[in-house]
């Protein structure tokens, strides 16, 4: 029995896919579902063959704008692997879901655009992978499209995010010349030739060896004898695989394809498979807990409100860190020092659900949140008491009065704003004096305060008005206890308070934050606040 709970622990993998907006990270993802035989075609949920929008892409606004505004869960068997893929939003202005999706990630899959290399966003989300020295790979995608020079984007890749690079396959051309990549380790090639069956492109791969004639016949003697001098270029100069640097995420193994066509995904899949590890231990309080020697623990790392909106629910998405989760059995919620049993717990696939009697470490579950669970908090087998590692707060630089526009909803406003606000997509501040009756919400990036005002109208009934306030900068008051009223030259921020009645204040520019501190010794400061 021992030996067949650690294989279902070992046999898991859990990773995150980030890049910059429209690199084709949901597209890569839809194709790895299709080898998992979670779906049957892309953009379509398992009997939803009909469905025009991305499989991880289920909330109005998504569907409506086509961008990923929450991260989703998708969960897949692939050979003798059970895969948990945690979707994240492209979109900078939602790169905080991003960040705290990442804390559940055990490595993540980074999709550049071969036509444009290493983007902004690319570059904000590597510095968490690398913050938590989670390993990184690279899939350099649209290589079936006019693509800069394959290494010209290594170097990009080195010299931007500053990791060393190891190609574990390489292209034979791009664009409309693109003849297909080769194994560095295999020495194959596998050709590329786009076809269309049923209105969805794939690509029907032909396998040769480097040397064979056929090969050459094939791809033309320009691009034969290229390939040969790259490999050579290659083979002198370019990084060794290791993987021991690629654990410690020093070293990104790096794949080139077409997610569209479906070309290299599968090898991809395969290979990251074989170089990634099972889950790991994690830090808490205590010290390091086990994924195989301890019993169950987890931690929530998002909440997500009206998943179904005909029931107004809330659900809290859980990594399991630690052990067996058994849906029979009480749990303990540390925060708030209560037993529990978890509410239907449910595998999901974006909105659709499967309610599961178990998991293991390595998992991502979605459960019902009673109202009691908050980003960041620990579930563990009763009897133990311990606390993983909080998840950050991140500062909002944008800020705006909501005003409603119908008092008569005053409760569901309330309701609204404030699930929410836990759910971690926006924050909420009260005016200091005023309290309540002057709501103060913040965001990390603007298009969030549509996503606001779309999901108050359409999921709670209310109608709102955002009037933008000047200020780009907040900061916590370190010692809570600190009376706002008192301070000197306080008159050009905004002195207001979060929902747990911690005292901040918003500042227009950071000479105001200067001034302020230096006409009040002993005053401290923070930018952000761990749960």
């Not at 009645?501 to 930018?527: K, M, Q, V």
């Amino acid at each position: 029995m021992a030996e067949a709970f650690k294989q279902e622990i070992e046999k898991r993998r859990t990773f995150a896919i980030i890049s910059h907006p429209d690199a084709g990270k949901t597209t890569l993802t839809e194709k790895l579902l299709l080898y998992g035989g979670a779906i049957n075609t892309a953009g379509s949920v398992k009997g939803k063959a009909n469905s025009k929008y991305a499989v991880s892409d289920w909330m109005g606004i998504e569907k409506e704008r086509g961008i990923s505004v929450t991260s989703s869960v998708l969960q897949f068997h692939y050979s003798d692997f059970c895969i948990n893929i945690l979707d994240t939003p492209g979109h900078q202005d939602f790169s905080e879901d991003t960040y705290r999706t990442l804390m559940a990630a055990d490595s993540a899959v980074m999709v550049i655009d071969a036509s444009k290399g290493v983007e902004a966003q690319t570059i904000k989300l590597f510095k968490v992978c690398v913050m938590r020295h989670i390993p990184i790979f690279t899939f350099i995608n649209k290589m079936d499209l006019e693509a800069r020079d394959s290494f010209e984007l290594l170097d990009e890749i080195e010299n931007v995010l500053g990791i060393r690079t190891c190609p574990i396959n390489w292209p034979i051309g791009a664009g409309k010349r693109f003849k297909g990549v080769y194994d560095r380790n295999t020495k194959k090639v596998s050709t590329f030739q786009a076809v269309s069956v049923g209105g969805a492109k794939s690509a029907e791969e032909t396998e040769y060896h480097v040397d064979d004639p056929a090969l050459k016949e094939l791809v033309g003697d320009e691009l034969f004898d290229q390939l040969h001098e790259e490999i050579e270029l290659l083979d002198g100069a370019s990084d060794a695989f290791d993987q021991e640097l690629v654990d410690k995420g020093e070293l990104s193994p790096v794949f080139f394809g077409s997610a569209l066509t479906t070309f290299g995904v599968e090898t991809f899949l395969e290979h990251f498979l074989r170089m990634t590890q099972s889950p790991l231990a994690r830090t808490s309080d205590i010290g390091m807990i086990d994924p195989v020697e301890e019993p169950f623990s987890g931690f929530i790392f998002k909440i997500q409100a009206n998943m179904n909106k005909a029931h107004h629910d809330r659900i809290a998405f859980m990594r399991i860190a630690s052990g067996k989760f058994d849906a029979s059995k009480d749990v303990y919620h540390v925060q708030s020092g209560r037993k529990l049993k978890l509410s239907q717990p449910q595998q999901i696939m974006a909105q659709e659900r499967k309610v599961i009697e178990e998991a293991y470490a390595g998992d991502v579950i979605g459960v019902f949140d009673p109202g009691i669970f908050s980003i960041g908090d620990t579930l563990c087998t009763p009897g133990k008491k311990f606390t993983y590692e909080g998840i950050p707060t991140f500062a909002p630089e944008h800020f705006c009065r909501v005003v409603q526009l119908d008092s008569m909803k005053r409760k569901q406003f309330n309701k609204g704003v404030t699930q929410l606000a836990q759910e971690g997509a926006i924050q909420i501040f009260q005016d200091y004096s005023l309290g309540l009756s002057e709501i103060i919400v913040g965001v990390v990036g603007v298009l969030q305060f549509d996503v606001l005002k779309y999901r108050l109208e359409n999921e709670y009934g209310c109608d709102i008005r955002l009037e933008p306030l000047p200020y780009n900068y907040i900061r916590w008051v370190k010692d809570p206890s600190t009376d706002l009223t008192s301070l000197k030259r306080i008159s050009d921020c905004k002195k207001v308070k979060d929902m747990k009645d911690n005292p901040l204040l918003l500042f227009a520019n950071e000479w105001s934050i200067r001034l302020l501190l230096e006409h009040n010794e002993g005053l401290e400061l923070e930018e952000f606040k761990k749960n």
